[in-house]
């Protein structure tokens, strides 16, 4: 489905709502921040869309589809007193592909405002709605829709930027309906602006030791690499488990890996970026040559030089004063 004018698609990176914190102005042009901020508030209570009309009345072949699509047998959505589903209001609102007429300039102003100052990106955060009466088949649709509120600028982790509210009102042959409320956030993707970043370098996140893997962590502290054998069956294990899939036997010894192996798989990191790695990276399955396989990164040749069937060796790279890894030495060439 292509939006209507308050779901802007384009850009849209990752979905879910972006956790924020107001930033602490510790650096930049204070005052040109105030006016920067007191020139998008100056947006709120401007039109996003004006006189918007549904291009079709409520209708059982959307309600239909609507229906199936969801999985959502419910009979009051079917018969002679249908009514539609209620979390469809959006949809009777939407321009399809050729889109709608008449959509107001102030939110094309306000987005490209924040485009200028970086923030270039978006992501739909969250919406809500609010059903006042039922919809029918025949009702004609119209709608309003307003540009409530602009945040203050936050960081989240995908980036700074401002969070855009807006709320349609949407009327059934004149009479409101229900409303709906879009957030999206602009923002300047991580590590694209300059922002003050973190005195701190961020960690690498830790391994999770239990009592099931404590042995293998153990190994990786002598550089040895360990791989699980079943006693009962003698089937090799990875990772680490506290009994054999083989033969549900729980009892085990380990053998050495000798650390030579081949990429089975890959992929290239590239977004979103996480703290404390830097992408493009590669992300390899390991096939050792006892047969078992790992997940873990790729060293001595470029990410985009990974291959499925590089031959690759182990290596144990220190990441930090707190963690070392096993990761694979790919052969450049
Ligand atoms: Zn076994």
Redesign the pocket.
Known sequence: MTGGPTTPGAGHTAAGKAAAHTEAHTGGDADGDIRFHAALKAFEGRPAATAGRGKDPVNEVMIRHWCEAMGDANPAYTGPDAIAPPTMLQAWTMGGLSGHTGRSGAYDELLALLDGAGCTSVVATDCEQEYLRPLRPGDTITFDAVIESVSARKTTKLGTGHFVTTRMDVHADGRLAGTHRFRILKYAPAGTRATPRPASVPQRPRPVINRDNQGFWDGVREHRLLIQR?T??A?LRFPWLPG?N??A?PAWDTVEASGAGTVFSYVVMHHPPFPAFDPPYAVAVVELAEGVRLVTNITGVPYDKVRIGLPVQLEFLRVDDTLELPVFRGEAG
Do not use: G, I, Y
Request: hydrophobic letters at 25%; aromatic letters at 0%; proline letters at 0%.
């Open positions: 079943c009962a069956c089937t054999c083989a033969c036997s």
